[in-house]
């Protein structure tokens, strides 16, 4: 479970502590800490629910974006359109197509010749299918 929308999980967690907090109160004091506690406890529900329904939707990478060039092959998959641009631009700096890859659905299964964020120009090495 990774990725930008995986923290649903503690969005999710905040309303509960909030409520038990309000619910460990003294009778006398329900009513100051229900001023701060039920509006926190809405808004991160409402915030799980839509990280939820993110983090569910790209769950299995069908909204990734990939580079790839028409003899090469899948050079790189990333989640957002930026990125993709972004290392096309100024790593890649070669001519290479951009799209969304449930466009083409192709390449799901190939492996990119560039994955690693933290080295972008740094490939993977491919058996040569020339060689027996």
Known sequence: MHGAYAYWVAWAVSPVLSLLILWAQPPDL???T???ALPWAGL???VALVLFV???S???GHLDWVVWH???GLLRRV???RAAVDWARWHYREPCVITRLDLA???ARQTPLYPYADRPLKQVDRPDPTVR
């Open 30 to 32: 329900r009513g100051a």
């Open 70 to 72: 028409p003899e090469l």
């Open 54 to 56: 993110l983090w569910r």
């Open 58 to 60: 790209r769950r299995d």
């Open 105 to 107: 659905p192709e390449l």
């Open 34 to 36: 229900a001023l701060l």
């Open 79 to 81: 989640q957002t359109k």
């Open 44 to 46: 991160s529900a409402v």
